[in-house]
């Protein structure tokens, strides 16, 4: 069965340090691909989604993801994390026309 | 813009109640989903619905029912509520990809 995992519950960084959040897959082919944020009391907005082509993709808010067939992963990366990045982050896959199944999501804490 | 409202933001209803959420979509998407979310365990799939007075079962869909009478109005019916439905509820809506989610109903039953 297909599956996302996010090995991250809760990660912790100080602002300005980089930031990589993980997330792995499991599917025979390769599915799209997408990051979502969630603020707190929001709902869930995109960040950058992945269908073919260039395996590094930029999202918005200076977020960026390389997708690694090999590795089965999808890991969400940001070179300086900003007090406002504080939120949850849930990776997502798509079979190719199927529904989308969410990762457990990772809950990020950034430290002034 | 895509927008997707969630008629409530919070609820707080009584078990055994009938409990209605409604999401409406102004993107004539034609495919909308309820998402419940709990701590730990992620976005699981209640319903979709890909038309109108279409429907099919999410990951979840005991205790639930949809109805989609309309193209931009998907509602989530809880036919009596109990208290492990107590949850966020996510709706969203798409034509191809990615999702657009609304901001969420927290429900609470007692």
């Known amino acids: 069965a297909q599956s996302v995992t996010q090995p991250d519950i809760h990660i912790t960084v100080s602002e300005g340090a980089s930031l990589e959040l993980r997330c792995n897959y499991s599917?025979?082919?390769?599915?799209?691909l997408f990051w979502y944020v969630q603020s707190p009391g929001q709902g869930l907005q995109l960040l950058l989604k992945y269908f073919s082509g260039d395996t590094l993709v930029q999202g918005i808010k200076g977020f960026e993801a390389e997708f690694k067939r090999s590795q089965s992963s999808f890991n969400l990366r940001k070179p300086s994390v900003h007090w406002s990045d504080a939120a949850e982050y849930f990776c997502a896959v798509a079979p190719q026309g199927g529904k989308l199944i969410f990762g457990q999501g990772t809950e990020l804490s950034v430290k002034p | 813009d895509v927008k997707v409202t969630q008629s409530s933001r919070y609820l707080v209803k009584r078990t055994g109640e009938k409990v209605f959420l409604e999401c409406v979509q102004d993107?004539?998407?034609?495919?909308m989903f309820w998402y419940r979310q709990d701590p730990g365990l992620g976005l699981r799939l209640i319903y979709f619905s890909y038309d109108v007075k279409m429907k099919e079962k999410g990951d979840i869909p005991e205790g639930y029912s949809v109805s989609r009478e309309k193209k931009e109005r998907f509602s989530l019916i809880l036919e009596s509520a109990s208290t492990n439905q107590t949850s966020m509820y996510l709706c969203a809506s798409t034509e191809n990809s990615p999702l657009h989610f609304g901001n969420g109903t927290r429900l609470t039953v007692t």
């Open positions: 599917y025979g082919a390769t599915p799209y």
């Open positions: 993107m004539d998407h034609e495919n």
